[in-house]
């Protein structure tokens, strides 16, 4: 890993409300930064007062989106993965919430929550590829998830992937 490398952690959120399972993923506010605008996990980097990267998760998805830390069951965690933009280390945490949340999101961090099915999630449909132009100079061609009209990609959308496979390995 390069120096001076930042951790952080994110918390994929699971729920049933009766018609199904979700979690949520959250909208960056515009702004200038590497994250603009990009469909996320809630969660951020971790500070100096995180004993580790799941208290980080749970901080974070608190202050962003208004869920009690400790309401909150951590089942587990998925593979940490690398952003070499940024310079992070995202530590993705996997938790339950026993009953359906009422977010609260930070207008500063959060401008939608999108309350993602599992079983969509799961359906082909919503597995796309594109040629995404990052600035004038860079243009990638990716991976992404067209989730309610939203474009997930990046570490966001590698994430989901491990994800679904981790959820399919546990079916098989």
Same mark, same amino acid.
């Given at each position: 890993?390069?120096?001076?490398?930042?951790?952080?952690?994110?918390?994929?959120?699971?729920?049933? /409300?009766?018609?199904?399972?979700?979690?949520?993923?959250?909208?960056?506010?515009?702004?200038?930064?590497?994250?603009?605008?990009?469909?996320?996990?809630?969660?951020?980097?971790? %500070?100096?007062?995180? %004993?580790?990267?799941?208290?980080?998760?749970?901080?974070?998805?608190?202050?962003?989106?208004?869920? /009690?830390?400790? %309401?909150?069951?951590?089942?587990?965690?998925?593979?940490?993965?690398?952003?070499?933009?940024?310079?992070?280390?995202?530590?993705?945490?996997?938790?339950?919430?026993?009953?359906?949340?009422?977010?609260?999101?930070?207008?500063?961090?959060?401008?939608?929550?999108?309350?993602?099915?599992?079983?969509?999630?799961?359906?082909?449909?919503?597995?796309?590829?594109?040629?995404?132009?990052?600035?004038?100079?860079?243009?990638?061609?990716?991976?992404?998830?067209?989730?309610?009209?939203?474009?997930?990609?990046?570490?966001?959308?590698?994430?989901?992937? %491990?994800?679904?496979?981790?959820?399919?390995?546990?079916?098989?």
């Amino acid at each position: 890993m390069p120096v001076g490398i930042r951790n952080s952690g994110v918390l994929i959120l699971f729920y049933t /409300d009766g018609k199904g399972s979700f979690f949520p993923l959250i909208k960056r506010p515009e702004y200038p930064g590497f994250h603009s605008g990009q469909m996320a996990f809630p969660g951020g980097k971790m %500070e100096k007062t995180d %004993e580790n990267v799941i208290q980080t998760a749970l901080r974070e998805t608190e202050e962003e989106v208004g869920i /009690d830390k400790h %309401e909150v069951r951590v089942i587990g965690k998925l593979s940490d993965l690398y952003i070499p933009t940024s310079n992070f280390l995202v530590s993705p945490v996997v938790g339950f919430l026993e009953h359906p949340p009422e977010f609260v999101p930070d207008p500063k961090e959060v401008s939608r929550i999108v309350p993602t099915n599992l079983n969509q999630l799961l359906s082909a449909e919503i597995h796309k590829e594109t040629v995404l132009e990052i600035n004038e100079s860079i243009s990638l061609h990716t991976p992404y998830f067209e989730i309610d009209g939203e474009v997930v990609w990046g570490a966001t959308a590698m994430i989901l992937s %491990e994800l679904i496979h981790v959820l399919e390995q546990a079916d098989s």
